[in-house]
């Protein structure tokens, strides 16, 4: 066998690979937006303490239970007429986390949270996806203090990083929202 030969085999087997697997990522996709939209839908129902969701039920109880609202380019989520569910945006140690906050009524409670990432440490910083973590904030009530608006709970030990990244992710997103929903009252 030549040399030629051998590199036009890899050639072409690399072309029919690089195909299949663009084809495949293709007809996946509108798959993978369904999902992400579905977990989205999971996330903010229970951000407003609305537990008996999951990927089967989730766009019917969310279409029944939520309205989306906007505020510029600050959407949030009314749910059930009563809860508000603001979407959250930080950096932990390792890359993004991200979740949702649920306030009551009056926007002075936090009524659940829910908080995700992309790669903090196993056991570590990823705690802050557990039910031991985000119940911490059940019936919270935010503390004003001058400009900044906190949430007290535990850090969780060993993470003080993703810790200190969802304190800040909160505090930053209330000070962007609160006003909103002061002046709309």
Known sequence: MSDRYIFRYIIILVAIVSILLSAAAMWLQPYQRRNELNEQRINILKAAGIT????????????QHCTNKHEGDM???????SITVIPMRGNGLWGPIWGYLGLSEDHKTV???VFDHKSETP????????DNYRNQYNGKHL?????AVTVEVDAIAGATRTSKGVEEMIERTLKLYLPYFENEQ
Request: net charge negative; charged share 25%.
């Open 75 to 81: 959407p949030y989520y009314v749910i059930d007429e």
């Open 123 to 130: 056991g570590l910083g990823a705690e802050i996806t557990t």
């Open 111 to 113: 009524v659940s949270a």
């Open 143 to 147: 503390l004003k203090n001058g400009d």
């Open 52 to 63: 008996d969701v999951d990927n089967h039920n989730a766009e019917q109880l969310f279409k």
